[in-house]
């Protein structure tokens, strides 16, 4: 296979591409359709489920769930990109995470409260395989097959293009399935003996609850769909990303924890490069606030909107908001890039994080679907921005460095131990509270902090921070 040249469209489009494959995860099983199936597990007048041997709140059981996936991630991931330098071969990290996140997709589908255990161990496996290597080998690529000036606008057009638009292609299948099972074969049936001798209030109730059974039953279809999705799209940037510089070493006990000594190279390198520190904080504080809300936004809406009538109408008042979320997200992420470029990156990210501090307050004010609808529009279109442009703002800061694996590593353990954080103060104020909104109020804060972090980054040289 013939090597292509850094900078070129097709190496671009390819590594772009697998934000196509990998992010219908994100979407359907992170932030859409499996929220809908689990709250489905649980009554409307239980909300608690047993495990670890404590009585949870079902929305701080799998925030719990979700902080302790990242802060394994963030544990493991600098050993393992210490293993991929050693060795030179991250696209092989990189196949094993996606496997490993497919492989948890499609044993979602036996997701049940019965066996908790086994069912928050295929919950856990999607993450770590999307979260604990896709993104870290993923990201790391970028300045590899990219130069400085193209990175915000492939970095934007793998969120948008790749990620949201693909994303959504599947989500609107699966939500088919959902919405109308009987065009998918999903049987409609009720028992005859209602039909002929019930009323017609109970021929109603029995027909609702036929579709309701064979509506969850879709839901756990489309979770095989995206772990086949997320395996097979994958190939096509599996085929044309280098491998890397390939040393011909092998794995050693005594090369293990390499990783952790070069996260600690990289924070030595960071006291001479004052502008990438100061972003770092910035970003850390931040990012536990953006992700801790992107990951709890259709359980919030669903336990904190009066969506009234029947449970369907909330499921499709859900799926409403989210593609919602995803469309106009397309736009954001071109927006964010475009006002980039005008106004420079830091500038833009203060602006985005002022939107984003904003929404906490909506959020806690909210209790209609229209309220919800409104918020869900702002969330897109900052949501893109904010995470193709903090991607791409740190590729910049980067020194002149092969080492690229090292310096984004240290980029997504700052990420995910943010994000276990947020998720760890937001399952406790949930929790104690017994409500989202108290959680969502004390985001505020990070959002404050965070911009108070990125003036500094400005302050420090305004001629380059500001570029």
Avoid at 112 to 139: A, D, K
Avoid at 347 to 361: G, R
Avoid at 363 to 388: D, E, K, N, R, W
Wanted: glycine share 8%; proline share 2%.
């Amino acid at each position: 296979m013939i090597q292509l040249e850094k900078g070129s469209k097709k190496l671009l489009n390819a590594w772009a591409f697998y934000d196509w494959a990998n992010s219908v995860y994100t979407l359907t099983i992170a932030s859409s359709i499996f929220p809908i199936f689990y709250s489905a597990l649980f009554l409307s007048e239980v909300k608690t489920v047993g495990a670890f041997g404590t009585e949870f709140k079902s929305t701080a059981l799998i925030t719990f769930v979700t902080a302790f996936t990242f802060l394994v991630v963030a544990i493991t991931s600098p050993i393992l990109s210490g293993i991929a330098d050693y060795v030179g071969n991250k696209k092989n990290f990189l196949k094993f995470f996606c496997y490993v996140g497919s492989v948890g997709c499609v044993g979602l589908y036996w997701f049940n409260l019965e066996q908790i255990h086994l069912s928050l161990l295929f919950y856990f496996m999607g993450l770590i395989g999307y979260w604990g290597g896709s993104l870290v080998f993923y990201n790391s690529y970028l300045p590899d097959i990219a130069y400085p000036e193209q990175q915000d606008s492939i970095s934007a057009k793998g969120f948008s293009m790749g990620g949201y638009l693909g994303s959504v292609l599947l989500l609107i299948f699966n939500l088919m399935m959902v919405m109308f099972p009987q065009f998918f074969g999903f049987d409609l049936s009720i028992d005859p003996s209602i039909t002929e001798t019930g009323s017609e209030a109970e021929i109603q109730l029995a027909m609702d609850a036929a579709k309701d059974a064979a509506s969850f039953k879709a839901m756990k279809i489309s979770f095989i769909t995206v772990g086949i999705w997320w395996a097979l799209f994958s190939q096509y940037s599996f085929y044309f990303l280098p491998k890397g510089t390939k040393s011909g070493h092998k794995v050693t006990r005594a090369v293990i924890f390499n990783g952790l000594k070069e996260l600690r190279e990289v924070w030595k390198e960071l006291k001479q490069n004052l502008r990438l520190k100061r972003y770092l904080y910035a970003f850390f504080v931040f990012s536990m606030a953006v992700q801790t809300i992107m990951l709890v936004a259709v359980y919030f809406g669903e336990e904190e909107i009066s969506w009234g009538g029947t449970d369907s109408e909330k499921t499709m008042g859900l799926i409403v908001s989210i593609l919602v979320i995803q469309l106009v997200a397309i736009l954001g992420a071109y927006v964010t890039s475009k006002a980039s470029s005008k106004f420079g990156n830091i500038k833009t990210l203060i602006a985005v994080n002022f939107v984003w501090m904003f929404l906490c307050f909506y959020a806690y004010i909210m209790h209609t679907p229209m309220q919800f609808y409104i918020a869900a529009g702002i969330v897109g279109l900052v949501m893109g921005g904010v995470q193709s442009l903090g991607r791409s703002t740190y590729s910049k800061f980067l020194p002149e460095t092969e080492d690229t694996t090292s310096y984004f590593s240290f980029y997504d353990v700052a990420e995910k131990i943010g994000i276990v954080i947020g998720m760890v103060i937001f399952a406790t104020v949930d929790q104690i509270t017994g409500t989202m909104r108290n959680a969502i109020l004390v985001l505020v804060v990070f959002f404050i902090g965070g911009i108070i972090l990125l003036f500094r980054v400005s302050d420090e040289n305004k001629k380059t921070a500001l570029e």
